[in-house]
């Protein structure tokens, strides 16, 4: 069972550069979510998706787009990296009305 | 709005002894609350919820946690700690009426447990 998956796990960005974190679940889960974690400030939210074509800004959504065309996959987009977004990065899912919400294996990005 | 707060950056105890892990939230209506732990460098796992019914959750790994409505409290314990139950555990609420199904996470709280 796969479950959530997220890919790369670490990678250096330059301030500036652009780069997309790949989300995927093969539960068919209907919501996704992008969490960041950062020391003392546990996880806040950043996007989610209810269902494919229907995303929401979460509580740090600024620098960060999303998109969801199918509801296996929810990429994290940095349009213009900036230090202030290294963190470790985690995707998230569960059934719509469920309760229990599965997490991938994080992905920490650096940027310098 | 939904806040969860875990007081305690640390909690330190002894192999055997019991360890309680101090979570209140604040919901403006009927609160989900979870707990989380998170081995290093790995994702969240998910340890037990409270939804409905009796206050006291029973968990994976021998955790449970007791909702206490009054205190809005949902207080992670565990009789008897193991080395292996360190790790950064985070309280998480969400809020029944909230139809966007966010869930709230609190900041962490380090637990090591000394052989």
């Known amino acids: 069972n796969a479950g959530v998956t997220q890919t790369p796990k670490f990678q250096v960005l330059k301030t500036g550069q652009s780069m997309t974190l790949q989300c995927a679940q093969d539960?068919?889960?209907?919501?996704m979510s992008w969490y960041r974690q950062d020391p003392g400030m546990g996880l806040r939210l950043i996007h989610y998706?209810?269902?494919?074509?229907?995303?929401d800004q979460g509580e740090v959504p600024n620098g960060y787009n999303v998109s969801r065309s199918t509801t296996e996959d929810f990429p994290l987009r940095l349009l213009s990296a900036a230090p202030s977004q290294t963190s470790v990065y985690f995707c998230?899912?569960?059934?719509?009305?469920?309760?229990?919400?599965?997490f991938g294996e994080g992905s920490w990005l650096t940027v310098v | 709005a939904q806040s969860v707060a875990q007081p305690e950056d640390q909690v330190n105890v002894a192999e055997g002894n019991p360890l309680t892990v101090k979570c209140t939230y604040s919901?403006?209506?009927?609160?989900?609350l979870f707990w989380y732990v998170q081995y290093p460098n790995r994702g969240l796992q998910f340890l037990l919820k409270?939804?409905?019914?009796?206050?006291l959750v029973k968990g994976s790994y021998g955790f449970e946690a007791e909702f206490n409505k009054s205190q809005t409290s949902f207080h992670l314990k565990k009789p008897s700690a193991l080395v292996s139950d360190s790790a950064l555990y985070f309280c998480?609420?969400?809020?029944?009426?909230?139809?966007?199904?966010?869930?709230?996470f609190g900041s962490g709280t380090r637990l090591l447990v000394r052989p």
């Open positions: 919901v403006s209506g009927n609160p989900y």
């Open positions: 539960m068919n889960h209907e919501y």
């Open positions: 998706s209810v269902g494919a074509g229907i995303t």
């Open positions: 998480a609420v969400r809020d029944k009426t909230d139809s966007s199904y966010k869930l709230i």
């Open positions: 409270y939804i409905t019914g009796d206050n």
């Open positions: 998230a899912s569960r059934r719509d009305n469920g309760n229990t919400i599965y």
